[in-house]
């Protein structure tokens, strides 16, 4: 799961660092990720786990890391891509 989380933040993260350098646990706000780009991120996880992110998921806490996102994927009932 989070090799293709990590995919994901590689093509629609728009960090300023590479993906191979930053910990699962690594803050992707602090590493540079912005707002807008989260957006895109969950539609590009949306996409890649065929799932819908509910309202009460849309928080920026959901996104901060690797480890973050993979835990809201879990709690929507994803073990693996789909």
Do not use: C, K, Q, W
Not at 50 to 71: C, H, K, N, Q, Y
């Amino acid at each position: 799961m989070n090799d293709l989380i990590r995919t994901v933040l590689r093509d629609h993260g728009r960090l300023p660092v590479p993906m191979e350098t930053l910990a699962d646990s690594d803050d992707l706000y602090r590493a540079g990720m912005a707002s807008h780009a989260s957006v895109n991120v969950m539609l590009g996880l949306e996409d890649a786990f065929d799932v819908e992110f509910p309202d009460r998921m849309l928080t920026r806490g959901v996104f901060a890391s690797v480890d973050a996102i993979a835990a809201a994927l879990t709690e929507l009932g994803l073990g693996a891509p789909a």
